[in-house]
């Protein structure tokens, strides 16, 4: 075929447009593919480091964190998170912790710790903490 011939038979055959519906399956692809691809990393760091801490907030302990048990009775994941409550004029968080163990158990905590402070600039200052969730 000639090269006048292969544009014809290009110009004749238009594409179709791409369905938005096919592109957002693409992109939710990708990102399972970088988490899989992630996963190694975080786990090397978590090894190397024994935990992982992600900030949430100002406020004193107001982070996601995972952690590495190595225990004799004990061994695999402790998983923290947390949520900022208002309670009576004082800023609280509720930290839940779970653990993800392949040997021994563990059981799941919830415990709540309220702080405050004066003007914006100024530390946190501890007020009370309580077992359970934060409640007004």
């Known amino acids: ?10 110009q ?14 693409c992109v939710l692809l990708l990102i399972l593919w970088f988490a899989f691809i ?3 990393c975080a786990l090397v760091m978590l090894a190397q480091q024994q935990e992982i801490v992600i900030s949430q907030g100002d406020l004193p302990g107001e982070q996601i964190r995972i952690w590495l048990i190595m225990e004799i009775e004990q061994r695999g994941l402790g998983i923290a998170s947390t949520a900022r409550h208002a309670i009576d004029g004082a800023q ?8 993800a163990l392949w040997q021994g158990e563990g059981e799941a ?3 709540c710790e309220c702080y405050t402070r004066g ?3 100024e530390t946190w200052l501890f ?4 077992q359970g969730a934060c409640v007004p």
């Not at 075929?1 to 290009?10: G, I, R, T």
């Not at 004749?12 to 399956?25: C, E, H």
């Open 127 to 130: 007020v009370s903490q309580a």
């Open 119 to 121: 003007a914006d600039e």
């Open 12 to 25: 004749a055959a238009p594409r179709r447009p791409v369905s938005p519906l096919r592109r957002l399956g």
């Open 38 to 40: 992630l996963l190694p």
């Open 109 to 111: 905590v919830s415990y």
């Open 92 to 99: 609280c968080v509720q930290t839940d912790v779970r653990f």
């Open 1 to 10: 075929m000639s090269e006048e011939q292969n544009a014809a038979v290009e």
